[in-house]
Every structure is written in C-alpha cells, then in structure tokens.
C-alpha cells in the first residue's frame, strides 16, 4: 500500500473514531443532563450500539448499491455533518437519542469499508502492519477526542462540541473521494461462489464468538469508568481528559502489536491484548484516585490493539473475494455485543452495583480467551490434516 493511499484511509478513519470516542465518555452525563437514569442510558447507548451494528452488517449491501465504497464514504460524511449540526439544536433526550443513533449507523458503515479498503491494498505478509498503524487512529483519535471535547463541552456547551463535530466530518468528505479502489470484478465473487465461499470455518466461528463476549466486556468497561469516575466526584473534564491521555498508550501499542503479529501467532496476539482489557476491568474495581484511573485507561487503550490483530487475522481467514462479508459479520457481531453490554451494564449497575458489573465483564474477557485457546486449537489440527493429506494418496 503506497503511503497517500494510507493516509487519506488513516484520515478518514481518524474522523469517525474521533466522534465516537470523543462522545462516548461524554454520553452517559450528557444524558444524564437530560433526565436519564442509568437504565435509561443503558437503553440509550445499547439503542446506539443496535444502529451501529445494523450499519456494519448494510455495509456491503449499500456498498454495492452504489458500486463504489468511496462514493459511499463521501455521502456518508455529508450525512454524518447533517447529523451532527441537527444534534447541536436538540433539546429532548429523544431528539438526541435519534441523532446519535444515526451518527454511530454511519460510523458502522464507514469503518466497514475503511477496513476492507485497506485489506485489499495490503499485501498477506504486511497485514499486521498496515492494520496496526491504521487501529493506530483510534489511539489518536482518543487523545484528541479526550484533551478537546470535555474542555470544549465545560466551557462553551454541547451545542459548541456537535458544530465541531459537523466541521470535521467534511474533511472526510474531501478525503475520501480520493482514495484508490480497485475495480467491482476484482473486489466481488463470482455470483456462482459466493454461496461456496459464505460458509464460516471452525476457527472464525470460534474466533466470533470470543470476540463477542471480549467485546460485552469491553463496553461494559467503557460504560463503567464514566460511572466510576463520576461517583468518585470527577467532572466531565477529568472523564474526558484521562480517556484521552490514556488512549496515548495505543499509539505505541498499536503499531508495535499489529507489526509483531505479522511474523508469529495472531491468535496468541490477540489472546494478549485481550488479557490486557481484563487486568483493566480488574483494577477498575479499586480504582479511586486519578492515577489510578489513568492506569486503568492506559490498559483500555493498549488493549484495544486487538482491533489491528483481529483485522489482519480476519482478512487471512477470508476467502478469495469474501473480505466484505467476513468483515462486516466480524464488526456487527462486534458492536451487536455492545448492545448487550450498554444494556446489561445500566441493568447490573442498578441492581447489584458498579463493583459486580466490572467483575462479569471481566469473567467475560476470560472466556474469551478460552474460546481463542479452542480456536488455536482448531487452526493447528487444520493445518495437521493438510500436512497429512500431502503424504496421503488420493483414492481411487
């Protein structure tokens, strides 16, 4: 992948993680603001997380309605701006609950179509790399998000925050159509295989549903230390900025992760990062004073290079022509978990307290490493039975 084909993806993902990790922290307070309880903002970001999802999985579908994933991206942007300038005018939690609910729809179909734009420029042996320093946007946008949406928020009010908002998502606009895609024939299967070629392996069945229960921890994660911080008498603008200073963390660990998955075992890889996710839903539960905070974000955010791991793991996994379909089935199952967590998280927080929601997350984040153990498990006899079958005649 030559480097402006990288950056105008980089550029292009960096806006929609911007928005949506710089609004995440800031959402449950803001509909707190509003009169939402914390089952209420459970159903508000669960709801958001639906519309994610429903997005991730059109992705394709609306890809090809419009035969090219760049045309799309640009409409999306303006939408996106639309959106984003209407949500600075709302003035009642169902207003703002629509309008967020149709930002995170087309953030699910613009990460869709960012990552399989970068897997098909990517050659096999620099997968790793290339996804690492692209994952390397959410650790940016973090930290830009963090150190300028809470202080903006405190100082000139959310109206201010969504005209900015608006603004940035025209950079996407005039980025994407730029980008280098290659043509529908080479980026589609022949209508006769995909039925063939639709079919999950063992390994990517298992590594779905590790990644739905790692990520029902995750948002539970993301969800709890708002609430965490906000009980231990944190303002927005302390939220805000340690989600930002601890998202420094990803952009060493980003690029360093997905690069070093390149040359061993994406599947231990991405067993590591998601121990990491859970040793910070663990110290969540003690966590008290801003250091400690900021250690636990520090550890979100180192342990969301899985994201770069999962992706290159994902494109080796997909068939020749069936990246679209193992991608957006990979991000949808990713961000429907979210809507379990967002709504099982406000549920849990009411009924058996903050403590004990952290503590399942964090048994999640274990199971889901077990399930990678089986999916390691299930790749190497694969790859024992093709060793094999070379030695073996075939029969007559």
């Known amino acids: 992948m030559n480097l402006r084909q990288f950056l105008l993806l980089f550029i292009c993902s960096l806006v929609t993680w ?94 869709v179509l960012v990552g399989v734009l970068a897997g098909l420029a990517a050659t096999s042996h620099a ?58 024939s080479s980026a589609s299967p022949a209508p006769a295989k995909r039925k063939q070629q639709w079919h999950p392996s063992g390994v ?31 303002g927005i603008s302390a939220i805000s900025v340690v989600a930002g200073v601890g998202s420094a963390a990803g952009l060493v660990a980003m690029p360093l992760v997905g690069r070093l998955s390149d040359g061993g075992n994406r599947l231990l890889m991405l067993a590591l990062t998601y121990a990491l996710g859970v040793l910070a839903l663990l110290g969540m539960v003690y966590a008290g004073s801003l250091a400690t905070f900021l250690t636990v974000a520090a550890l979100m955010a180192a342990a969301s290079a899985e994201r770069a791991v999962a992706s290159a793991l994902v494109t080796d996994l997909a068939p020749a022509g069936a990246l679209d379909q193992y991608m957006a089935q990979f991000d949808t199952v990713r961000w429907a978990a979210g809507v379990v967590g967002f709504a099982g998280a406000g549920y849990c927080v009411e009924v058996a307290g903050l403590t004990a929601t952290l503590l399942l997350g964090a048994g999640l984040g274990g199971l889901s490493i077990a399930l990678l153990a089986v999916a390691g498990w299930l790749q190497r006899r694969r790859e024992y039975e093709s060793f094999c079958s070379l030695w073996v005649a075939p029969s007559k």
């Not at 590594?207 to 009980?231: K, W």
């Open 18 to 111: 911007w928005v949506g990790i710089g609004l995440m922290p800031l959402l449950p307070i803001y509909a707190a603001t509003l009169g939402a309880t914390p089952t209420v903002v459970g159903i508000f970001l669960a709801f958001s997380f639906f519309t994610l999802a429903l997005g991730t999985a059109s992705a394709g579908w609306l890809a090809r309605k419009l035969s090219r994933r760049t045309r799309l991206l640009t409409l999306l942007s303006l939408a996106g701006a639309t959106a984003a300038a209407l949500l600075g005018l709302a003035t009642q939690l169902w207003q703002v609950v629509l309008l967020v609910a149709a930002i995170w729809f087309i953030s699910g179909v613009s990460l």
């Open 204 to 234: 990517f069945v298992f590594l779905l549903a590790a990644n739905v229960c790692y990520s029902i921890g995750s948002f539970v994660a993301g969800m709890g230390r708002s609430l965490a911080m906000d009980q231990a008498g944190f």
């Open 127 to 184: 997968r790793g790399r290339v996804f690492g320093w692209l994952s390397a946007s959410v650790a940016l946008a973090g930290v830009v998000g963090g150190l300028v949406m809470g202080p903006l928020a405190e100082r000139w009010g959310y109206p201010a925050l969504f005209g900015l908002i608006a603004v940035t998502y025209l950079v996407q606009t005039l980025s994407a159509p730029f980008i280098a895609e290659p043509a529908p």
